[in-house]
Structures are given as C-alpha cells and as structure tokens.
C-alpha cells in the first residue's frame, strides 16, 4: 500500500516501510528508550495502588522478583554459562548493579515520605547531572539540539510540580536526591562499559535490593496479596523491561540522552493517576506535562529525520 505524488509527470510510490537504516544504531535506541520510559512511568500509579506494603515491603518483593525473572531469561540465553556470564561483568557490573538498586531502593523511599512532587522535581536533574559527568569523566559533549531539549523538558517537569511541591521531610528529599545521583552513576558505568554486556548487573541490582530490605525487616514481610502482585509486576516486567532497553540503548547514546528519555516518565506518571484514579491534575501538571511530551516526541523525531 501507498500513496502517489501529485506531479503526473514525477509518479512515484510512497511505501509506509520505514528505511531499515532509518531505525538502526541511534534512531533505534531512541525509540526502545521511548518505550522503556512509557512502561516505567506506571511505577507511581503502581505503588500508589498499594495500602498494606510500605517501601521496603515493596523493594524487597520487586527486587526479589526482578533479580529471579532476569536470572530465567540469562538461564534460557546462556543456559551452563549463566553463572559465568554474571560473573563476567567484574566490578563495572558489581557496581553498576550497585548503583542501580541505591536508585531503586532510594526512590521508593521518597516517594513513600515526601510527595511525589518534590520527588519528581530532584529527579528532573538527572540529565544535567549525567551530562556533567560524562563531559567531565568520559569527553562526551552534548549537541545544542540535546540541550535545548533537556532544558525544555526539565523546565515542563518543574512546571508540573510547582502546584505540589512542598516537602517537610529533609530525609525524602534526601533520598530524592540520592536517587538522581545514583543513577547518574550508573548511566555513565553504562557508557563507559558499553562493550560488556551489563544485562547480568540487573540481577545484581534485585538481589542487593532484597538483601538489604529483608536484612532491615526481618520477619515483618506479610502483605496482602494484591499489593504482592503489584510488587511481582513492578519488577518483573515494569522495571525489567525498561532496565534491559536502557543497557541496550547505552551502546548508541550517550549519557545526556539516555537520561534525558527519563523526563518522559515524569511527564506521563501523573497522566495515568489522573486517567485510572480520577484524580484531576492541576492546569500547571498538563501544561508542563505536554511539553514535557512533545519536546522528547519533537527530539526523537527530527533525530530520525535527519538520519534519512
């Protein structure tokens, strides 16, 4: 199927294929990263669901699950050699990983004692903080086009929370904030290590999680069922997925772009409270948002135009 140019004398045929070196390399990362934030921003709709499982109840079953369905798909990739493959990834993968579950760990415990809010407005740093350190640690330099849009997406992100930002609490603020630069971290032993294959740091990642939740809570691990199935589902496939595309991606862009596709999360995760709690955002949340939106859209976008 297709469509014809006007010009009779210039009669062509339009395919709707895209040109299959219009999504490799780059283009292609950018899109999964897409994906991967979308999938992601249901985390706050997700845990807000929950009323039996505080932060640690909750990190402690989501990495217990994400580090046991990674550790099933590595089996099923390498099967004998899993545990060779795991331990290949030596100390980049140690501390990727490492890093990976102080952001995950760090991030639930915000989120459970300061508002969302406040939470959010930190983690919109992320992207300055990883162009920072990966200029100064790595010589990665952004383009304009990346910079216009990390400035346009932030300023959205900060334009959405200012009607709720309010924190009284200096240790979720503080957990906000560690959580924005362990992350940055981990971006950037992602792209300093591209040429590992760092997909065994996820499971690293679960199992410090689990370790230090369950050494912390003891026997006090009961929830109810539904809440352990939203938990089972956080980490199973909502932080496995984009996890896993965002270590492939790692190989095409660099750190400013990886973590610039994050703002998505933040841009999207008030939308699906509001569609599926009914909880109405304020008109500063969906005009911030939609820039938000469309200045990631409009990136990725002319990203792929301009490799035509």
């Given at each position: ?5 006007k ?47 505080g ?13 046991l369905?990674?550790l ?9 050699n899993?545990?060779?493959?795991i ?7 140690i ?6 579950a102080l ?16 939470t ?29 849009t ?5 300023f959205?992100?900060c ?5 709720g ?23 950037i ?21 689990s ?20 938990c089972?589902?956080?980490g ?18 660099i ?10 999360e ?9 569609l ?15 820039s938000?939106?469309?200045?990631v859209i409009?990136?990725?976008?002319s ?6």
């Amino acid at each position: 199927m297709g469509i014809y140019e006007k010009d009779p004398k210039n009669l062509k045929i339009y395919n709707f294929k895209l040109d299959k070196n219009i999504l490799s390399g780059r283009s292609f990362a950018m899109l999964l990263m897409v994906l991967g934030s979308t999938l992601i921003s249901f985390t706050g709709l997700i845990v807000r669901g929950m009323d039996s499982a505080g932060a640690l109840q909750i990190n402690l079953y989501r990495g217990l699950a994400l580090s046991l369905t990674i550790l099933v798909i590595l089996f099923l990739r390498y099967r004998s050699n899993t545990l060779l493959k795991i331990a290949g990834v030596g100390m980049p993968g140690i501390i990727a990983g490492s890093m990976l579950a102080l952001a995950g760990i760090c991030l639930i415990q915000a989120i459970t004692t300061t508002t969302v809010a406040a939470t959010l407005f930190i983690c919109a740093s992320i992207p300055f903080i990883s162009a920072f350190l990966a200029w100064f640690l790595l010589n990665e330099k952004i383009s304009k086009r990346t910079l216009i849009t990390m400035v346009i997406a932030a300023f959205g992100v900060c334009l959405m929370m200012f009607s709720g930002f309010r924190s009284n609490s200096f240790y979720g603020t503080s957990m906000a904030l560690i959580t924005a630069l362990s992350f940055s971290g981990y971006a950037i032993v992602l792209r300093k290590n591209r040429d590992i294959e760092m997909l065994p740091s996820i499971f690293i990642s679960g199992f410090l999680i689990s370790l230090f939740c369950v050494s912390l809570l003891g026997t006090d691990i009961v929830i109810s069922w539904p809440d352990l199935f939203r938990c089972i589902l956080l980490g199973s496939i909502i932080s496995l997925i984009p996890n896993s595309l965002f270590i492939y991606a790692s190989k095409y862009l660099i750190a400013a772009e990886l973590t610039l596709f994050m703002l998505l999360e933040f841009g999207l995760g008030p939308f699906w409270v509001w569609l599926y709690i009914n909880e109405t955002p304020a008109y500063s949340t969906l005009i911030g948002g939609f820039s938000v939106i469309t200045a990631v859209i409009i990136y990725v976008w002319s990203e792929i135009q301009s490799k035509r």
